[in-house]
């Protein structure tokens, strides 16, 4: 492999275009721009409405490219899941949305191998205190409240389950 350059770009995921600041970084290199794009739009397509890191390599030699997607922040998985544009601004007296323990789960899953969480259990309680900044509620109730049940194992079953 030939000299490789790496760059970093933070796209709308699945509206990746030519333009700034992909086309004017990578076109210079003599690759082909559009390529790339169109690439990246497909592999951000699940991510539609959220801005997703993406980390393109190319070979300047063989002009060849790698395409790496990074994960949406964990307050853009939770607000898609909740069907939100944005948390509360005052999380502790308004709640703007609600997620079922299921998405909860999911959102760990997804990031617990970029993560320094222990286990899913762990992961789950850092997406739960997103939550709680964000105002979102869990299942109906306060996140504070799924929160401290989680640390007293009520969700245990359902968590090894998912596992």
């Given at each position: 492999m030939g000299e490789v350059k790496t760059f970093i770009f933070l796209v709308n995921g699945g509206e990746a275009s030519a333009g700034p600041p992909i086309g004017p970084a990578l076109g210079p290199l003599g690759v082909n721009v559009t390529a790339i794009v169109r690439a990246i739009n497909e592999k951000t397509q699940?991510?539609?409405?959220?801005?997703?890191?993406?980390?393109?390599?190319?070979?300047?030699?063989k002009k060849t490219f790698e395409i790496e997607v990074g994960l949406p922040p964990t307050t853009a998985l939770i607000a898609k899941e909740a069907g939100i544009e944005k948390g509360s601004s005052n999380p502790k007296m308004e709640f703007v949305g609600n997620v079922s323990m299921d998405k909860i789960v999911k959102i760990a899953k997804l990031k617990l191998d970029k993560s320094y969480a222990k286990d899913l259990k762990s992961m789950v309680k850092e997406v739960i205190g997103t939550c709680i900044s964000m105002g979102v509620k869990i299942e109906g109730k306060n996140p504070r409240d799924v929160m401290q049940?989680?640390?007293?194992?009520?969700?245990?079953?359902f968590l090894n389950r998912k596992g």
């Open positions: 699940e991510y539609k409405g959220m801005r997703v890191p993406v980390k393109v390599k190319i070979d300047v030699e049940e989680v640390k007293e194992g009520k969700w245990d079953d």
